[in-house]
């Protein structure tokens, strides 16, 4: 099967929710990891990441957005590299999200756990 370009700014590309974004009071090095980056320091960071995700006003938009490009790089509305890879192997070419909305509904799921409490790390 084909395989869609790494990242392409969708047609419809709004963004006025990264004006709000938690993230623009935050260092951006929090959300893009440094080469070479394994183990616990990359968990460590992803989650420190994670958290300001789970308390923005926008993060839904965010990982639409970031979904529905294609986004390589960095944590995007709480979900990781990994994780939007995930989705995107989950999701056939005929059905990858092009509209407004579509990548929030597509991975609804993983939207969801990734600002959970065992995603951030907090043990109960």
Not at 25 to 42: I, K, S, T, V, W
Not at 66 to 77: C, K, L, S
Not at 100 to 122: F, H, K, Q
Request: hydrophobic share 40%.
């Amino acid at each position: 099967m084909p395989q869609q370009p790494l990242s392409q700014v969708p047609a419809d590309a709004t963004w006025d929710w990264q004006e709000v974004g938690s993230c623009r009071e935050a260092d951006p090095e929090l959300f893009f990891h440094p080469q070479n980056e394994r183990g616990l320091a990359r968990l460590r960071r992803d989650r420190a990441a994670k958290a300001v995700c789970a308390n923005c006003n926008v993060r839904i938009e965010c990982a639409d957005y970031a979904i529905r490009a294609r986004e390589p790089y960095g944590v995007w509305g709480g979900l990781t590299e990994e994780e939007r890879e995930r989705v995107y192997v989950r999701i056939t070419l005929a059905q990858f999200p092009r509209q407004r909305g579509e990548g929030a509904i597509a991975a609804a799921a993983e939207i969801s756990e990734a600002v959970s409490p065992g995603a951030l790390g907090v043990v109960s």
